[in-house]
């Protein structure tokens, strides 16, 4: 079946302009993630969405950070005012909470601030 | 609050030799251990994981992890390399968080494997 799917792979933007980041996750599952990956930083969680719950926003890194997620499916990251340290691969997961957490990654969006 | 550490930032190994890329864990309460790997310009890809039974996992690709409980342990090993196998792996443990099980993974920093022919 479709895994996990982003949207757009990369994007380059100048410093100061918004950014949307797109992900569809696998047909059925609860659960969504958003991490970020950056060069000598390793994988930093940011925010999850469960079913109808409250996102857990604990590892927004800053208020220019937002998502949002319509219809329990697909999840919009959203980047105002870009600066060059928001530079990374933007990664999102989808999981069952009854496979224990077992998360199933899209390929990322890496995205480059000029 | 809940860490991992890999402490190798690469292992090399040579083809058909056996490898361990080692991962340790602080967690609060049982751990909920994982097991990725990343390929070049990929996202992450499940190896494997430990939630409770057999401290030996076996997961995709022929890899295998030993959960130890006293060491507070989880590395991965396969017994036979290939140059296939060469990508960045990554540790991971299931975070608590105050508000309860967010399911959310607190990732180590990464091992670079390197198999060589």
């Known amino acids: 079946g479709a895994g996990v799917s982003q949207s757009p792979s990369n994007k380059v933007t100048e410093k100061g302009k918004d950014v949307e980041l797109r992900c569809d996750p696998i047909s059925g599952h609860t659960a969504l993630y958003w991490y970020r990956q950056s060069l000598g930083q390793g994988l930093e969680f940011l925010i999850y969405?469960?079913?109808?719950?409250?996102?857990?926003k604990s590892g927004l890194p800053s208020d220019r950070f937002s998502a949002e997620r319509t219809g329990g499916s697909v999840s919009t990251l959203t980047i105002q005012r870009t600066q060059q340290e928001d530079s990374a691969v933007y990664l999102c997961?989808?999981?069952?909470?009854?496979?224990?957490?077992?998360?199933?990654f899209g390929p990322g969006t890496r995205l480059t601030v000029t | 609050a809940q860490s991992v550490a890999q402490p190798e930032d690469q292992v090399n190994v040579a083809e058909g030799n056996p490898l361990t890329v080692k991962c340790t864990y602080s967690v609060s309460g049982n751990p909920y251990l994982f097991w990725y790997v990343q390929y070049p310009n990929r996202g992450l890809q499940f190896l494997l994981k430990y939630i409770t039974g057999d401290n030996l996992v076996k997961g995709s690709y022929g890899f295998e992890a030993e959960f130890n409980k006293s060491q507070t342990s989880f590395h991965l090993k396969k017994p036979s390399a290939l140059v296939s196998d060469s990508a960045l792996y990554f540790c991971a443990v299931r975070d608590y968080g105050g508000s309860g099980n967010t399911g959310k993974l607190i990732f180590g920093q990464g091992t670079t494997l390197q198999v060589k022919p």
């Open positions: 997961a989808s999981s069952l909470v009854r496979d224990n957490y077992e998360q199933y």
């Open positions: 969405f469960q079913g109808n719950s409250a996102p857990d």
